[in-house]
T-cell receptor, first 113, second 113 residues
Framework: AQSVTQLGSHVSVSEGALVLLRCNYS??????LFWYVQYPNQGLQLLLK??????LVKGINGFEAEFKKSETSFHLTKPSAHMSDAAEYFC???????????FGTGTSLTVIP | ETGVTQTPRHLVMGMTNKKSLKCEQH?????MYWYKQSAKKPLELMFV???????ENNSVPSRFSPECPNSSHLFLHLHTLQPEDSALYLCASSQDPLPDGYTFGSGTRLTVV
């Protein structure tokens, strides 16, 4: 079985500061891992995904995430926050059969001018 | 254009009304999903359709009735809803059984009065 834990339901950073959103997973098989972003009153948009290739994954809008098996983590980072990054971010995990897909509870990112 | 289109974007309905939400995907995916997103709650998977067959119903009340006439279209029929059913309803599609992540629509914001 798989599960996802996102530490911190709310994160605030200053514009230009590092963004770090945490995601830890629990999986009995090698997982597929995803980060999604949701802007107000919109659906979820795929930011990036890990599917057992390179452990450092680059996504859209300057975001990247690193798969660390020893830490069972897939934290999302961006070197310099922009005001437009303010949104809700969801981590998700799937096993390699794709039969189950689990979302974390989400982290709301606020960017302070 | 995300490839998954939901209509209407906003819907206000009385508790005695009957309405339907529509989802259409243009990606050639074979699986479609309905999710409910309420304020301050995790995403709730409601229904899953795989090759037009319903494969999952997560104890959703019978006042919600899904329909999948073909692999490109998904409906959610609503009748005698309650105010607590007010939420953002998200449709998603994927290529199962090896998902490349989900593609979401922009959602329907439903308000039950």
């Amino acid at each position: 079985a798989q599960s996802v834990t996102q530490l911190g339901s709310h994160v605030s950073v200053s514009e230009g500061a590092l963004v770090l959103l945490r995601c830890n997973y629990s999986s009995s098989v090698p997982p597929y891992l995803f980060w999604y972003v949701q802007y107000p009153n919109q659906g979820l948009q795929l930011l990036l995904k890990y599917t057992s290739a390179a452990t450092l994954v680059k996504g859209i809008n300057g975001f990247e995430a690193e798969f660390k098996k020893s830490e069972t983590s897939f934290h999302l980072t961006k070197p310099s926050a922009h005001m437009s990054d303010a949104a809700e971010y969801f981590c998700a995990v799937s096993d390699n059969t794709g039969n189950q897909f689990y979302f974390g509870t989400g982290t709301s990112l606020t960017v302070i001018p | 254009e995300t490839g998954v289109t939901q209509t209407p974007r906003h819907l206000v309905m009385g508790m005695t009304n009957k309405k339907s939400l529509k989802c259409e995907q243009h990606l050639g995916h074979n699986a479609m999903y309905w999710y409910k997103q309420s304020a301050k709650k995790p995403l709730e998977l409601m229904f899953v359709y795989n090759f037009k067959e319903q494969t999952e119903n997560n104890s959703v009340p019978s006042r919600f009735s899904p329909e999948c006439p073909n692999s490109s279209h998904l409906f959610l029929h609503l009748h005698t809803l309650q105010p607590e059913d007010s939420a953002l309803y998200l449709c998603a599609s994927s290529q199962d059984p090896l998902p490349d992540g989900y593609t979401f629509g922009s959602g329907t914001r439903l308000t039950v009065v």
